[in-house]
T-cell receptor, first 113, second 113 residues
Framework: GNSVTQMEGPVTLSEEAFLTINCTYT??????LFWYVQYPGEGLQLLLK?????DKGSNKGFEATYRKETTSFHLEKGSVQVSDSAVYFC????????????FGKGTHLIIQP | NAGVTQTPKFRILKIGQSMTLQCTQD?????MYWYRQDPGMGLKLIYY???????DKGEVPNGYNVSRSTTEDFPLRLELAAPSQTSVYFC????????????FGPGTRLTVL
């Protein structure tokens, strides 16, 4: 079956540091890949997505590239801010995701001023 | 648009009680989903629906029931609450052909004692 593995947290960084959160997946076919962010007490919000190999999703300074050869979709940001503190979920949607998404366990990111 | 709304926000149930979690979306989306989020875990799919009158089981459907009589509403019913159902429940929706970009509600935190 489909699965998503992402690095365990919490990840603690200083403001303006470089961020990488690793995500690898197992799936048949060509799934769409997503990063969702969850702020305390809120639902999930789509951060970025990629629907085919070599696509790069980007939003709010975050980027991730769909790497089929390494089955990865690592999240990066060049300079994090305190406001980026949240839980980040990597997810995949087989067949576009209409049958539901498969999520990783989430990575809690803490940015210290 | 209000997006995806869920009620109640919080609820405490006793073992064996029943309740319905409400979910409504005003975006005219065809697809709707129920997920549960346990502490330190990603979201797991309970049930989903591809349109009014059609529902399908997800990864963890046991102990739950759903119905979809209208495009807007997708209630989740717990018939005999058990402590294992203590979780945060999220409803989501997706427009047909939306490539898996699901929109999430704010969640319902349920505790079964």
């Amino acid at each position: 079956g489909n699965s998503v593995t992402q690095m365990e947290g919490p990840v603690t960084l200083s403001e303006e540091a470089f961020l990488t959160i690793n995500c690898t997946y197992t799936a048949t076919g060509y799934p769409s890949l997503f990063w969702y962010v969850q702020y305390p007490g809120e639902g999930l919000q789509l951060l970025l997505k990629a629907t085919k190999a070599d696509d790069k999703g980007s939003n709010k300074g975050f980027e991730a590239t769909y790497r089929k050869e390494t089955t990865s979709f690592h999240l990066e940001k060049g300079s994090v801010q305190v406001s980026d503190s949240a839980v980040y979920f990597c997810a995949l949607g087989a067949g576009g995701g209409a049958d539901g998404l498969t999520f990783g366990k989430g990575t809690h990111l803490i940015i210290q001023p | 648009n209000a997006g995806v709304t869920q009620t109640p926000k919080f609820r405490i149930l006793k073992i064996g009680q029943s309740m319905t979690l409400q979910c409504t979306q005003d975006m005219n989306h065809n697809y709707m989903y129920w997920y549960r989020q346990d502490p330190g875990m990603g979201l797991k799919l309970i049930y989903y629906s591809v349109g009014a009158g059609i529902t399908d089981k997800g990864e963890v459907p046991n102990g739950y029931n759903v119905s979809r009589s209208t495009t807007e509403d997708f209630p989740l019913r717990l018939e005999l609450a058990a402590p294992s159902q203590t979780s945060v429940y999220f409803c989501a929706s997706l427009i047909a052909g939306g490539k898996g970009e699901q929109f999430f509600g704010p969640g319902t935190r349920l505790t079964v004692l």
